[in-house]
């Protein structure tokens, strides 16, 4: 230690300093990783029954429904 300095000793500092740098990049990293995953999520293509819909036509084609079932089912599915 040098005369006048205290309890604080000159090699903390680097401690310091490079605590504090690697703590800013944590932070700074866990923020772009949330806004890209947040991103990705947000903007994701949503389906609206399309595979519901899919499913619903392969089974009028291969006759496990007739035409009234399948539009009272395509109308609870669409909306209208």
Known sequence: MFPGSGYMDPSWM???VGGSLLFWIAI???AIVGLAVFAIVRLAPRG???DALAILDQRLARGEIDAEEYRARRGLIVGS
């Open 48 to 50: 609206r029954g399309g």
């Open 28 to 30: 700074v990293w866990i």
């Open 14 to 16: 680097g401690w310091m």
